[in-house]
């Protein structure tokens, strides 16, 4: 009998870890330069196509229930985004950040925390609107890199996710 219930809880904990795994297997994104590099879920959709006036581009991760080639609603749909600007004045990030008041992830000045982000010093703070969010600022070189995950409650799978692709994030200056 005890053979019995431990052949169960082995099939059991091995079922649940297959469908984990079978959802999170990692792939892999880099930019042509090198200058960024990260693993995330297989379970997102990446699209690098959005760019940011002149000065930016922006790479975003969403669920790969939005099908490739269908138009994005950032605004209603919960996600993972990486901004990167060209910064080519003398601001410090706080200054540079909260300038940037055409974007709907600015924080206000002095609501910054200090952290630090693939080796390099970095920003931290929430925002919100429609979604929830967090976000991550770091300069390096003559770029800003962006990370933000909007969400809908801090218990959703998105924002875990998000914290993992941070931790495998290496940036370059280039």
Same mark, same amino acid.
């Given at each position: 009998m005890k053979t019995f219930i431990v052949i169960l809880i082995v099939l059991g904990i091995g079922i649940f870890a297959g469908k984990y795994f079978s959802q999170t297997i990692a792939k892999e994104y880099r930019t042509e330069d090198n200058s960024i590099f990260f693993t995330y879920p297989s379970k997102y &959709? =990446? /699209? /690098? *196509? &959005? +760019?940011? /006036? !002149? *000065?930016?581009h922006t790479v +975003? =991760? +969403?669920? *790969? @229930?939005i099908k490739q080639g269908q138009t994005l609603n950032r605004d209603n749909v919960p996600s993972i985004a990486v901004r990167v600007y060209e910064k080519s004045d003398a601001s410090t990030l706080d200054q540079w950040l909260t300038l940037r008041r055409e974007d709907s992830w600015v924080a206000s000045e002095g609501s910054f925390k !200090? @952290? @630090? =982000?693939s080796g390099f010093p970095a920003l931290t703070y929430e925002w919100a609107g429609a979604f929830s969010g967090d976000a991550f600022a770091v300069e390096v070189g003559s770029r800003v890199y962006v990370f933000t995950v909007s969400y809908k409650a801090k218990t959703d799978m998105i924002r875990t996710d998000f914290y993992k692709i941070l931790s495998s994030l290496e940036l370059k200056k280039i």
């Open positions: &959709f =990446l /699209d /690098d *196509s &959005f +760019t940011i /006036d !002149r *000065s930016g +975003t =991760l +969403t669920e *790969s @229930t !200090r @952290t @630090t =982000l």
